[in-house]
């Protein structure tokens, strides 16, 4: 195989390969990605078995087809290091030269034969979002969903579409994260997404961008297309809890506070939680809520801020970090909490299509 | 072909279950003589028992119309009818015993009441009985047990060494004599006399002469009403804790039996004084109305259950807790068991130290010039030899049992080395302190105070947790509901095989609520709260062992200082929470004998 490319447009595509490439992997073939020529382009692929990352780059001048299989992490150094905006890659068996103005270097790989393939997606339902609200949407949930095996909804976050609405849930059994939108496809599935590929594909995406994003959904797989990249991933087979059973319907006591206050606040109260008793006290008063968080050991916290409150009142524990982590990717400037009383779950409302529900602390 | 066996046979099969080797021999005699109100028992063994075991005693003697049926199974003066069974206040009440040692042994029986003029003779080989003879005898009963399974070759062969079998009889008797200390005990072996207990003396000097002087210096008295129980006995301290369980010593109504949640409470309450592996020592007398105990549950009548088992093994738990602290004068926390039950809520009652070891007018000199430079800095903070702590506690507590906490009993003399052991000059000798375990000791008791201090609260889950569980323990779950509650685990039952976790203690809500719920139930479901309990204070072992110095860190003098103060107020300043010794005392004596200053 021997082609030229564009040094910038090749290296951007072996980062988005790379990153499904394994760090730690007991098959060291894996730490390789593929290199498929075809008459005016070419194909990168890597995989962890788990999930799969193709990119096509074409504008390459290919003078000889082939195949070749390259080690990921040298071989992105390498071209970061590279400063010719051209580079040539010719291959013979498993060696790769690799030619730039700094210099000619070989790098050895393995039988491409040897490489997994790539997976058929069978029985595949399309939807087609935009990547921008894609990535918040992966913001608004991600961070919700429990990291441990150990518990339910492992590892994943839920993809729930129907009648032209596409919902991401994301839950650790103590909070959860409901981001939405509204989609042109009536494709109707539920799935649950492994957290790994979620970031990975966020890591893909660009902020505010108005490109489609595709989805295809598969019986034991989902693909995400953009432009000329595609991440495939394995789909995890747990049995996610009915969400819309915990969100509540009603409260006793509304509340909304400028979301920039009641961040600042709350990070200053819980400075004085200690670190294995993580609650916050919610009191709300007229106009205002009160923040009090007591460590024996250490001191207290006492912070009042401005509110607009509705309803009868109260007070409420929370744990602090819960709502600190989901206020980092909240974007309203006015939040609201709707609140009843200890054993209810409360529910934030933190953006126009995503509301988060928490479960308090009973019994201080 | 399906044949009915000879009763020699089948008697010999029963005898297999009372009869397994000398020991359990000499426990049924001694218990008869027990039951016969005997005050002398004298015990004598040939080749470790298998010769001959011989009891005499001077108890009331054998009534002569019952000694035809001495070694007739299921014959017993003890009990007449079923309702006798559940108040059971003899040893004795199978009448099995003699039936099954006659089956197996040539024996021998010579007793004469003390109002009679007569005595009688009875023996049994083999299961085969001669009639009562009258002959000549001193008051009481001497039974004689020879060729201990002449005529069951397989169990003969079995028989461990006459040393080991003798000094598992000595190790009975010593049980069995702790129980009752208005009798006087004597085991001679061989013509030697191996263990000689007078009666009348205390518990702590019969146990310290069974077992061992060394142990007499460490043993806490416990006394404890409750109603309708009572507990009594010896608890050693922590530190001189066994590799094995065998002097977990508990006596129910007078009998040497176990009880598996009450052994579990006993540990329980002395688990985190403990080093992994190490078992408590202990004797106790557990007094409860014979109908809340069962005895008939095992062969060799070793193991007892209670109708009240939990409420048994809870005040067990108090009482030895109690005994624990009560070595610094500690009160308990009201309202028996608690978590962390060690440590009084909020200050209560706990001696108030002044804020520095040396007071502000002592301050030490600040250190030499470059000290960092010297590889060993020697720091003289006070001038006056007088111990710190002695000095602060004079002002406002009554003196404490100083023996307990060594750091107590330190002239304020010290010096850091290899920045990780510092050496003090106390009262008893030469300290060298592990600064990572003691400190770590010193964070762990002050998490679990603060826990204590605060109120349970609870991680709210928001779809609860199902676990399935078995009709025994959903049964325990719906017992165990409210004081689960009140530890901050919230469950209920969920369906017929399943129970729902609807909040979880907000310390514990990083973990699994499945796992945590689970780990209530493997195993041994009478184990109560302990669990959560365990599950507490791992958590706070692990968060002492994150915050506390490492070895390696330089202290400074300020910092050396806190930590003898905190250390001096800990209960249990011997061990950090993981087991590891926090202190080594090398005392004059040894050292001197170090030195060959003295042999
Ligand atoms: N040392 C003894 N002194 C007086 N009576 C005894 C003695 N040993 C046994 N006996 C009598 O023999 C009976 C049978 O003893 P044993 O087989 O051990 O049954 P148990 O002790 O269960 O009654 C006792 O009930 C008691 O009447
Ligand atoms: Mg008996």
Known sequence: MKILCDRTALQEAVNVVSSVVPAKTTKPILHNFLVRSSDNGITLFATDLEMAARVELDSVKVSKKGSVLLPARETGALLRELSDPTVTLESTDQRCRIESGGGNFVLLGEDPAQFPDEAKVKGGKRIEIEVGRMLRMIQETAFAAAREETRYAINGVLLDASAGTVRMVATDGRRLAISYATVPTKAECKVVVPLRALNTLARALSEGSKETLSIEVGDKQIVFVTGKAQLVSQLLETRFPDYEGVVPKSADTTVEITRAVLEGALRRSSVLCSSDMRVVRFEIGEQSLRMTADNSSRGRADVTIDAVVKGSGGSINFNPDYILEALRVCQLDTIRLDMSDDSMPAKFTLGEAFTYIVMPISGA | MIRKLPPEVVNQIAAGEVVERPSSVVKELVENALDAGARRIRVELRAGGAEAIVVIDDGDGFLPEDLPLAFASHATSKLQGVADLDHIGSLGFRGEALASIGAVARCRILSRRHDAQEGWEVRCEGGVETSPQPCGAPAGTRMEVRDLFFNVPARRRFLK??????????????????????????LVGDDREILRLPRDESLAQRFARCFGEELAKGLLPVSRAFDGMKVEGLVAEPDLARRDGKLELMFVNGRLARESSSLHAVRQAFREYLMGGRFPIYALQVALPPDQVDVNIHPRKAEVRFVEARMVAGRLHETVRAALLGRLGLPMAAGGVVI?????RARSGFPQLPPSLFGDAVLPPPPPSAAGAEPYVVREPVAAPAPAFARGAAASTPPVVSRLNPFQRVTGRY?????????????????????????????YEQLRQQHAARAVQSQRLLVPTVVEVTPAELAWFEAAQEALQQEGLHVAPFGPGAIAVHAVPTVLARLDARKLVRSLVVGDETAGMAPVREALADRFHSMACRSAVMSGDRLNDAEIQQLLVDAARLEHPHNCPHGRPTVLTFTGPELERYFRRRC
């Open chain 2, 340 to 344: 962390a039950p060690d440590m009084p």
């Open chain 2, 415 to 443: 010096l850091q080395v290899m920045d990780l052991y510092l050496l003090l000059e106390g009262q008893d000798g030469l300290m060298v302190v592990d600064q990572h375990a003691l400190h770590e000791r010193v964070m």
């Open chain 2, 161 to 186: 060494s006459a040393s080991a079998e003798r000094a598992r009889i000595q190790e009975l008797i010593a049980e069995l004599s702790l129980a009752r200390l208005d009798v006087d005990f004597t």
